[in-house]
């Protein structure tokens, strides 16, 4: 045990990790339950309506929390929360719009590796901010690159759709990590979480009022996956997420989180029937080792 770890603080650590795997878990399988989902219905009338599960599931928590966030100082801001949470939920509904729509043209499998990709997108943006990445995360870049390449670059060098909508989704899926990285620790977490995830579910509701058709039968059959995306990987994940992250640090977090890609090939396997060409398993691996290069620090210097 590291010198000033107490036993105390290393099941903590162990416990926040548990937390940390089992959102992992959570979302990983969720890209099978989005991609059965839309067997019946369009992506925006599944994310309306999993944004609004979403919000009714952590309506009990917060009303729970509320003495206690009552009581918790937050730092100042010129926004009002209403602004924050229409700022988080706009980038949160873009990304999801994007993922949910690429998901219909790819497998579960590819779209999980391929938003993980927010991990390294996410300290890329931040040079827009002034804040340069560390060598390691260009290097972790380089790899998941080639490995995307070989994920989903089919013959004559052509790119599907679904990959590449997916590709579109980690980027505002990292826009979102900056969003959110500036605006909680001005807020409620809870409350925060609540707005966005009303704002992405109103947006997303908007546009599947002009685009697709609002019938009850699809919906009640692709029941049962919105509501696993719905309560558990929209509600739960996410109250899990500042459970676990409340000990990690974020770097730390983020490795775990990122093996939702694994699960998500897990279950486009097991579930869906979906395989992998050899070139795809290899460009798997070269991924989620470039995104652990990128998160670990193997040296001091990088």
């Not at 609004?52 to 100082?73: E, I, N, Q, S, V």
């Not at 579960?108 to 391929?114: H, L, P, S, T, V």
């Not at 029937?273 to 620090?297: D, P, R, V, Y």
């Amino acid at each position: 045990m590291p010198e000033g770890i107490t036993t105390m603080d290393k099941n903590k650590i162990i416990k926040s990790d548990l937390i940390l795997f089992t959102t992992a878990l959570i979302w990983g399988f969720a890209f099978v339950a989005q991609k059965e989902g839309m067997e019946h219905i369009g992506p925006f009338t599944f994310n309306a309506i999993r944004f609004l599960m979403g919000t009714l599931t952590l309506l009990p928590l917060l009303y729970l929390r509320r003495k206690k966030a009552a009581d918790k100082k937050y730092q100042k801001s010129n926004l009002s929360l209403l602004q924050a949470g229409t700022i988080a939920g706009a980038a949160l509904f873009l990304g999801a719009a994007f993922q949910q729509t690429g998901i219909k043209y790819t497998t579960a499998g590819n779209a999980g590796f391929i938003t993980s990709l927010y991990v390294i997108f996410t300290p890329v943006l931040g040079v827009f901010a002034g804040i340069i990445p560390k060598l390691r995360v260009w290097l972790g870049a380089v790899v998941a690159t080639a490995g995307l390449y070989l994920l989903t670059v089919q013959e004559g060098l052509i790119i599907s759709e679904g990959d590449l909508l997916v590709l579109i989704c980690a980027i505002f899926y990292a826009v979102h990590v900056h969003v959110i990285g500036w605006l909680s620790p001005k807020f409620s977490s809870y409350r925060l979480a609540i707005l966005q995830f009303l704002v992405a579910g109103v947006l997303s509701g908007i546009v599947a009022g002009f685009s697709e058709p609002l019938l009850w039968n699809p919906i009640r059959a692709s029941l049962p996956f919105l509501l696993y995306v719905g309560v558990l990987s929209t509600g739960v994940a996410f109250t899990l997420q500042i459970v676990g992250q409340k000990i990690a640090r974020p770097s730390h977090a983020a490795i775990i989180l990122s093996f939702e890609a694994v699960f998500a090939a897990i279950g486009g396997w097991l579930l869906l029937g979906e395989s992998f060409t050899t070139a795809n398993i290899i460009g798997c691996f070269l991924m989620l080792i470039g995104i652990l290069i990128a998160q670990i620090k193997l040296f001091r210097s990088l």
